[in-house]
């Protein structure tokens, strides 16, 4: 199994709360991405990134930020949570983009009340 | 329309029957991604394809690039194969992949 860890694993806040979720890796892996999964929509990719500090929007952006400071950790902020961002949030790691397996976190499991 | 449609969205069969998914998509592509969503939550890579056909013990992954459009075959179904299965293409064009809604399977014994 890739070495991907997140945390929390779940947690449950109030709206208008900031949350950061973190992913490590120990697989040195260049690209790493968050995706959340809703009931009736696919895996949706919020951002990505190819590297130390560079990163790049997916489709599903708005009220995300994400860092990346090391190799090894993704960091995704909610900068003030909403019910809406209720979800399930994985996290994946790919040694390059398109042609290479992703492989994926355990999962976050967040409730915004 | 989605770029990436599966069917069927549900799916039950009995234990010891062959069962087919299938997925099309609507981009060009490098590769396609067979996923499995076990019902503990957990997200594992069954299968990356470019072309022809891929097998891992009783599963087997075809595509057709020129149709456009990817196979997921189970032989002698089991219980433990209850899972939900994604197909995902990764974009010629970009770095990301982009998700079918998914295949929720049951297998009864």
């Known amino acids: 199994d890739a070495g991907i860890t997140q945390s929390p694993r779940h947690k449950v806040t109030e709206t208008g709360t900031p949350v950061t979720l973190r992913c490590h890796q120990t697989e040195n892996h260049r690209y790493m991405y968050w995706y959340r999964q809703d009931p009736g929509h696919g895996l949706r990719l919020i951002h990505y990134s190819y590297g130390v500090k560079d990163t790049d929007k997916g489709e599903v952006s708005d009220g995300y930020s994400v860092s990346r400071s090391k190799t090894e950790d993704f960091l995704l902020t909610l900068e003030s949570a909403t019910s809406s961002q209720t979800s399930v949030y994985f996290c994946a790691i790919s040694y390059s983009s398109g042609i290479y397996e992703q492989y994926f976190g355990p999962g976050t499991r967040l409730t915004v009340t | 329309k989605n770029e990436v449609e599966q069917s069927p969205q549900n799916l039950t069969a009995q234990e010891g029957e062959f069962i087919t998914i299938n997925c099309s998509y609507s981009v060009g592509i490098s590769a396609l991604h067979w996923l499995q969503q076990h019902p503990g939550g957990g997200i594992v890579s069954l299968f990356m394809l470019s072309s022809g056909k891929k097998k891992h013990g009783r599963l087997i992954a075809t595509i057709n690039i020129q149709e456009k459009h990817s196979s997921l075959h189970i032989t002698a179904s089991h219980p433990r194969d209850s899972a939900v299965y994604i197909c995902?293409?990764?974009?010629?064009?970009?770095?990301?992949?982009?998700f079918g809604e998914g295949t929720q399977l049951t297998v009864n014994p």
């Open positions: 995902a293409v990764g974009e010629t064009s970009g770095s990301r992949l982009t």
